[in-house]
């Protein structure tokens, strides 16, 4: 290749990008209202903190946004509409400043780098941060970019700015995962016990998470099998990837691992039967106790004195 990608020189190398829930039901709010049903996209401001390469996007508001559908250099943001706006978050929580910018995409766009510099005013090295409101796949709905110099080697051109894709994560706080919960519930209207409708979710959230799973899994066979057939070319970095994933796999052929898993899986099937088991010397013991005040119940009735009917005298 001749090409060298080098990170800006005003910023720091990002490693990973961790949105939170808020941000995603705001935006998705922010969707519904504007561009539902329509072809355009919402974009608005991400706001959060950063720490040694984490970017940890908190919170988030929408910003006016036009652009022409015929030429992408065409484009409107209502920069004073964020600064007015941001002044009023800074009061609410000083912690938060501006980490980057959101926008329902659901892809990049041509003009995307030009609203990216826009905001190179306001943080050093921004985030671009992509969400799916509509997705049509299982997986985490975000996509998180950050913008590096490219580089020519033979120097004939100048060099222009790129969008490099950094790993993001949905993460959340246990205030935030209550509030989740008690928003499922208040939608599915469920009169089950809260116990019930969390593990309800974690099941739910564990299958889709396995889905997911088989989807990366068929997409990396199919590459692996494109490469062997020779339709595409061999990336040397993606096979890094794959040999630090296999390297990661535990080998389940140890004895010491194989015992570990026997002894943590007997611990928990103990606690499920002991769980089990006075749950039901409980009932056993509400219904000799339901008996008993029956019968309690009977001989009081039975005690009472059977009035007596006068009669007339002759």
Not at 126 to 147: F, N, R, T
Not at 265 to 291: E, F, G, Q
Request: glycine content about 4%.
């Amino acid at each position: 290749m001749d090409v060298i990608k080098t990170q800006q020189i005003s910023g720091k190398s990002i490693e990973k990008v961790i949105v939170h829930p808020l941000v995603l039901l705001s935006i998705v709010d922010n969707y519904n209202r504007v561009a539902k049903d329509t072809r355009k996209r919402v974009v608005g401001v991400l706001l959060g903190s950063t720490f040694k390469g984490t970017v940890d996007v908190t919170n988030s508001y929408a910003v006016p946004f036009e652009e022409d559908d015929r030429d992408p250099s065409i484009w409107f943001l209502d920069h004073n509409y964020h600064e007015s706006m941001f002044s009023m978050f800074k009061r609410i929580n000083a912690k938060e400043h501006v980490v980057g910018w959101y926008s329902t995409g659901p892809k990049l766009r041509e003009n995307d780098l030009d609203v990216h510099g826009l905001f190179n005013d306001y943080v050093p090295n921004p985030v671009l941060v992509i969400i799916d409101v509509q997705p049509k796949e299982l997986g985490i709905p975000s996509k998180a970019y950050y913008a590096v110099e490219e580089v020519k080697e033979n120097a004939t051109q100048k060099s222009q700015k790129v969008f490099v894709h950094v790993p993001s994560v949905i993460a959340a706080h246990e205030v935030e995962e209550i509030g989740i919960l008690i928003k499922h519930k208040a939608e599915l209207q469920l009169n089950s016990m809260c116990s019930s409708f969390f593990c309800l979710l974690q099941v739910t959230g564990k299958l889709a998470a396995l889905k997911g799973l088989d989807a990366r899994l068929k997409e990396i066979r199919s590459y692996l099998d494109l490469v062997i057939d020779g339709k595409i070319p061999l990336n040397h970095e993606i096979l890094y990837h794959l040999q630090d994933v296999f390297n990661l796999l535990p080998n389940l052929n140890v004895t010491e691992l194989i015992k570990a898993f026997s002894v943590k899986t007997n611990d928990m099937m103990l606690v499920i039967y002991l769980s089990s088991l006075i749950r039901s010397v409980v009932a056993l013991h509400n219904l000799i106790n339901n008996k008993i005040l029956n019968k309690e119940h009977e001989k009081a009735e039975d005690s009472k004195p059977v009035a007596v009917p006068a009669t007339a005298g002759s």
